[in-house]
């Protein structure tokens, strides 16, 4: 019995001990209009702190004047369902109602930066859609 409850406390003890595992990569969810406002200053924001900010570009290319160009494109769907039910009994009657509902929404982040020579911000836009 001694052996059962010391394998049981240890085998807990090991469980306590696993840490859940951070996400590898969060910064998909920091693409928004309000990031962009706080983190992007033309003239000011190098491309090293862009990355650091937004992670790599989706996309990686050169203007006609030869400026390097990023795109970010980003999107996002939320989903929401909900149900109710209500019921009632008297002896022998009876009576019942439910309802149900499901929405869904999507929202779409597009920034394209351009940089200048010295891979600083030369300039940026920005587009936010909700559908």
């Not at 085998?11 to 928004?32: E, H, Q």
């Not at 769907?77 to 309802?99: H, K, R």
């Amino acid at each position: 019995m001694k052996t059962i409850v010391s394998a049981a406390i240890a085998a807990a003890m090991l469980t306590a001990c696993v840490a859940t595992p951070a996400p590898v990569d969060n910064r998909n969810s920091l693409l928004t209009q309000g990031n962009v406002q706080l983190n992007l200053r033309v003239g000011q924001t190098t491309k090293t702190q862009v990355l650091e900010a937004f992670g790599s570009p989706n996309i990686t290319t050169r203007d006609g004047s030869g400026l390097e160009v990023w795109s970010y494109q980003r999107q996002a769907t939320v989903a929401q369902a909900s149900s109710s039910d209500a019921g009632w009994t008297i002896l022998l009657a009876g009576g019942s109602s439910s309802a149900a509902g499901f929405s869904q929404s999507t929202s779409m982040m597009t920034l394209i930066i351009k940089f200048n020579p010295d891979d600083v911000v030369a300039d940026f836009m920005s587009r936010s859609s909700n559908f």
